[in-house]
Each structure stands twice: as C-alpha cells, then as structure tokens.
C-alpha cells in the first residue's frame, strides 16, 4: 500500500499570500497523483489530477506540480475561499487507492 | 450535470449490515463507461477508499474491508449500492460517493455526492 505524506499539517496564512503544500509518497507513484479541497461539511472537491491537470471549472491559481514521490499544490494568491483542507491521492498502484491525511491551511 | 446522492439508515446496530445506495441523475450509471465509488471518512479524520464498480459490474475493493464488502449497480434505478457486512464502532463515518473516472482516466472522484453519516451503535 502506497502511503502519501502530507506536509505541513496546518499552514498560516494571510489572504494574498502565496501557499505551497508538499504530498510525499511512499513509493514512485509517477504522476498518478490528485488534489482534492474539502470545506467544513462539504465533499471533497477534485482540483488537480495527472499531477498538474486542472479540472473543470477550477481557477488558475491553483496549479500542481512533481512527478515520482514529491508534489506540490500551489495556490498562488489565497482568496478568502481557498481556506479549507486539501488531500492528496495516488491511483498509481492499487487497490487500495489510498489519500494523504491533509493539510489544513487556515487564515493567520 | 451528473449528480450524486447518498441514501440510508444513518444509525446500525454493531454486527450488522450497513446498506446505502447513491442515486445518479444527470447521466445514466451504465451506458457511458464511468466508474462508481465509495468512500468514507470518520469524524475529523481523513479519507478512506471502499471500493469502486463499473458500469458492466465488475467490481474492486479496499483488501482492508474486502471481506466485508458488496457493490452492486441497479441500472433500472440508476443507482448504485454499497452492503457493509459485521460492522462495528469503527466502521461510523460520513460515507461518500463519487464517480470514479472511466477508461483513460480511472480513479480520479468526481463529482462527489454531499455524503451521508453514519453511527454505529446499539
């Protein structure tokens, strides 16, 4: 089972600022690799698949990147919506599909 | 726009079976080569995949509740379900279901249903 790492556990920020969240995996899952958002009470919500494919209807300031074992989420300008729990997933070597245990980016 | 919706007894009694199903409105859940998932998620914590069934109804699940484990399609209905058999406390969570992408692009969720929750407890 492939174990995805998600660092930092709780990310601070200011409206504005730039945020960069990291996804490790436990082994090479290429770019077999997605994002979700989930609010407080609301389903997940697909952001980024392939490692750096947006999906319909998600804004340009949210771009993933990395290939193997390391990836990055990047929201380049938080607006007041972005503050949320993001999780990472791999699809590259299942079953099980496993997610990463988020990081909560919170408003400093 | 496919849209999901979970339903289903929101308190089980431990040993037994919990039963949900997702209605899919939108797009019929048999003739367009989809995925189907389930996924759960207990309180404050992270996600959990179930597993997932194709329109032709083959199926494939978690090996961690693989014993436990049905999914099944009713394509008269256009739904799916989930049977989780001999559950237990551990087994309380929000429990989603998603479409789980299709041939070239299988096992990335989305959309999502708004989740349904589940206690279990005497």
């Known amino acids: 089972e492939i174990l995805l790492t998600q660092s930092p556990a709780t990310l601070s920020l200011s409206p504005g600022e730039r945020a960069t969240l990291s996804c490790r995996a436990s082994?090479?899952?290429?770019?077999?690799l997605a994002w979700y958002q989930q609010k407080p009470g609301q389903a997940p919500r697909l952001l980024i698949y392939?490692?750096?494919i947006r999906a319909t209807g998600i804004p340009a300031r949210f771009s993933g990147s990395g290939s193997g074992t390391d990836f990055t989420l990047t929201i380049s300008s938080l607006e007041p919506e972005d503050f949320a729990v993001y999780y990472c997933?791999?699809?590259?070597?299942?079953?099980?599909?496993?997610f990463g245990q988020g990081t909560r980016l919170e408003i400093k | 726009q496919v849209q999901l919706q979970e339903s289903g007894p929101g308190l089980v009694k431990p040993s037994q079976t919990l039963s949900l199903t997702c209605t899919v409105s939108?797009?019929?859940?048999?003739?367009?080569?989809?995925?189907w998932s389930w996924i759960r998620q207990p309180a404050g914590k992270g996600l959990e995949w179930i597993g997932r069934?194709?329109?032709?109804?083959?199926?494939n699940y978690n090996p961690s509740l693989k014993s436990r484990v049905t999914l099944s399609l009713d394509t008269s209905k256009n739904l799916f379900s989930l049977e989780l058999t001999s559950v237990t406390a551990a087994d309380t969570a929000v429990y989603y279901c998603?479409?789980?992408?299709?041939?070239?692009?299988?096992?990335?969720?989305?959309?999502w249903g708004q989740g349904t929750r589940v206690i279990v407890s005497s």
């Open positions: 392939d490692a750096s």
């Open positions: 997933q791999q699809r590259a070597n299942w079953p099980p599909i496993t």
């Open positions: 998603a479409r789980a992408g299709d041939y070239y692009t299988p096992n990335w969720f989305d959309p």
């Open positions: 069934i194709y329109a032709s109804g083959s199926t």
């Open positions: 939108g797009g019929s859940i048999s003739g367009t080569g989809y995925y």
């Open positions: 082994q090479s899952v290429s770019d077999y």
